[in-house]
């Protein structure tokens, strides 16, 4: 493969590819082979354009299997959408209504929200994490990427901090 092309200090660097919604600890191989990927080792998450809840579930991969660094380019945002329109229809009154009336409005919102819950899950999970468009408008509407890495152990257990934050999440959901 590619790293067998480039040789010397890449000899190591292993690519994995597959759906992350079905994957398992075979994923990792059976600690038998030269090949094989130790458990929770895993060093780098790259996941672009994952659509819809595949963002979500390569996120929650990387975090379980204590990646050092996880980077993201978010596609579609369909889970939260449906939820953000029944609000809008039932609550006429609400402050954003005349906002959230207009579909794509509540389409630019969805994703605004869904993607800052990933930052903010992130964060409650030990990484330093940052939100940023990487390309510009005028090539792709989907232009956030969402990159973490993991924060020394002192700093990520902040008990104060990561109370503050789970009590923001829960009253976003």
């Known amino acids: 493969g590619i790293t067998d092309d480039l040789g010397g200090e890449f000899s190591s660097l292993r690519f994995i590819e597959g759906d992350i919604g079905n994957t398992d600890d075979a994923l990792f191989g059976d600690d038998s082979g030269s090949d094989s990927i ?65 579909a794509i409005y509540r389409e630019r919102s969805t994703e605004t929200t869904t993607d800052a819950m990933r930052a903010l899950l992130l964060e409650i999970a030990g990484y330093n994490t940052q939100v940023f468009e990487f390309i510009g408008g005028e090539h792709t509407a989907k232009n956030v990427m969402i990159t973490a890495t993991k924060m020394e152990a002192k700093l990520a257990d902040d008990n104060e901090r990561l109370i503050k934050k789970r009590k923001r999440l829960i009253e976003l959901a």
């Open 38 to 102: 130790a458990k929770n080792t895993l060093d780098i998450l790259i996941a672009l354009h994952a659509c819809d809840t595949a963002t979500d579930d390569s996120i929650w991969f990387a975090i379980q299997n204590n990646a050092d660094i996880i980077v993201t380019a978010p596609c579609c945002h369909h889970q939260l959408r449906p939820q953000i329109d029944r609000h809008s229809n039932k609550n006429p009154d609400h402050p954003l209504a005349d906002i959230l009336c207009h």
